[in-house]
């Protein structure tokens, strides 16, 4: 068991320009989480699936954020046009069923807008 | 809505030394609680959780927390701690129903010191 997998773990994007990150959650977990964690905000959820289908993005920007969940061994996060305020390391995470059962976490990935 | 409250962002404790993070939370039905750590450069690790039944919780490493409902707290507690300890820790709540989407508080940084 790798865990949840999230590539990269660093990414570097110019102003404007458009970030996708990945995460390959658990070999059989059906629920999948990103948070956003910053110095200033702390630990932010931005949003969750559950057996591929969005449940809950209330989190997310409005705009400029997507997340999409096309099977159940991968997930992305997309950050069109993106700005400065976007640098913060992005937590993916899994669980085997959305009922508050145990949810574990990716190592991240750290994207810095420049 | 649910909100956490971790009252101490740094602590430094000596080696050997017993330790208390403290924990408040505000929701309009008893949550379930947890609490994570997390070291440099690493994901958010459980280091335990309480849902019901007994207040006083054990976790990995040594480590225990206590559930008020009377005081709204869940506070984390170890009895000496080691170099090793030296992290990030997070409460947590998630309130049944959500899945398990969970709200973190700010974290306390905790340095131990030889």
């Known amino acids: 068991n790798a865990g949840v997998i999230q590539t990269p773990r660093h990414k570097v994007t110019g102003k404007g320009q458009e970030a996708t990150l990945w995460c390959e959650p658990i070999?059989?977990?059906?629920?999948v989480f990103w948070y956003r964690q910053t110095i200033v905000q702390g630990l932010e959820f931005l949003t969750y699936f559950r057996n591929q289908a969005p449940i809950d993005d209330s989190g997310m920007p409005k705009e400029r954020f997507s997340a999409q969940m096309p099977n159940q061994s991968h997930s992305t996060l997309k950050i069109q046009s993106t700005q400065p305020q976007d640098s913060a390391v992005y937590l993916c995470a899994s669980s085997l069923t959305g009922a508050n059962t145990e949810v574990f976490f990716g190592k991240g990935t750290r994207l810095t807008v420049v | 809505a649910q909100s956490v409250t971790q009252p101490d962002a740094r602590v430094t404790v000596s080696e050997g030394a017993s330790l208390q993070l403290r924990c408040k939370y505000s929701s309009s039905v008893t949550p379930y609680l947890f609490w994570y750590v997390q070291y440099p450069r690493q994901g958010l690790q459980l280091l335990l959780k309480?849902?019901?039944?007994?207040?006083v919780v054990q976790g990995v490493n040594g480590f225990e927390a206590e559930f008020s409902k009377s005081n709204s707290s869940f506070h984390l507690r170890k009895a000496s701690v080691h170099w090793s300890d030296s992290a990030v820790y997070f409460c947590a709540v998630s309130i049944q129903g959500t899945g398990s989407k969970l709200s973190f508080g700010k974290g306390a940084k905790l340095t131990v010191s030889p």
């Open positions: 309480y849902y019901s039944g007994d207040p």
């Open positions: 070999s059989g977990h059906s629920a």
